[in-house]
């Protein structure tokens, strides 16, 4: 898959997903003492933007899969493309594993729906600790590319960069802080489709950023699209290749911006969806 900047498709989805609630509580809460101090004042709150910018662009690279074989796929029939916002009696998942819906339905809908949660869970606060990355990549990815893909993504989350986000070297916050990093599907479309393979692109806005006394990374919205090539392995879908490009993003509206606390406790008590086509 190519780096990001070169991938030109934009997924336009009119609305067309509807949400169901996840059985589990996923949001991220921090309960005990965390390891690390105060977020240097010399990282300054406009980092934020170029880090998440740098994040993308790396992990996009890390999860390269191999070229893409277009012979044999068909166009998406206009029947599985973007549609009104409607049930469409697919049940989105009918298991879990490691916390994340599995078991969706060998069909379109089906690959709009897992493209949509592996892009909630992939964009989650999880991601950014070595253990919880590896669970999930093993979670969702191919088995033959899921330790390339580990591999590329450990060098991604990067000290550097953790530090940049205000983390440690394991991804943990400074004490008395919450790091928040939450990925909301606003629709799915499919490009590609056929029984054994999907190219499905979500169009999302995310939140990232520290919560807590005078932090210096406040959480920030994002806007991409993302871009997931499915396989059917194993009974379910998994990545086989992903990308990632920025936009489209909307005017921001004039609603004041809430206060570190009111984030924090926002993201504590508003549980996450489990999405389905």
Known sequence: MSHD????????????????FAEGDNDARYDGPRRGGRVSPSRAMITVVGVVVLLIAAIAFANR????????KTTADPDT?????????DTPAKTTTN?????????????Q????NFAVALGGDQMFTPEGRHKLVDALYTPDLAEKTKTGMDAAYSEELLANLGLDAEGEPPSGMTFISRTVPIGTTVK?????AATVAVWYTGLIGLAGPDSDVPVR???HTWTFELQWSGGDWKIAADS????????????PAATDEQIEDAVEQFGGFTYAR
């Open 81 to 89: 493309n973007t549609q009104p916002t409607s049930p469409t009696g």
């Open 5 to 20: 900047d070169d991938y030109v498709d934009y997924a336009t989805p009119e609305p067309g997903t509807r949400t169901r």
């Open 244 to 255: 990632q490009k920025r936009g489209p993003a909307p005017v921001p509206g004039d609603v």
């Open 113 to 116: 729906s897992a493209a949509a």
């Open 99 to 111: 916390g994340i819906p599995s078991g969706f339905p060998q069909s379109a809908a089906g690959a």
């Open 65 to 72: 899969g191999g070229d893409s074989q277009d012979d044999g």
């Open 192 to 196: 590609e489709y056929e029984d054994g």
């Open 221 to 223: 919205t994002t806007w």
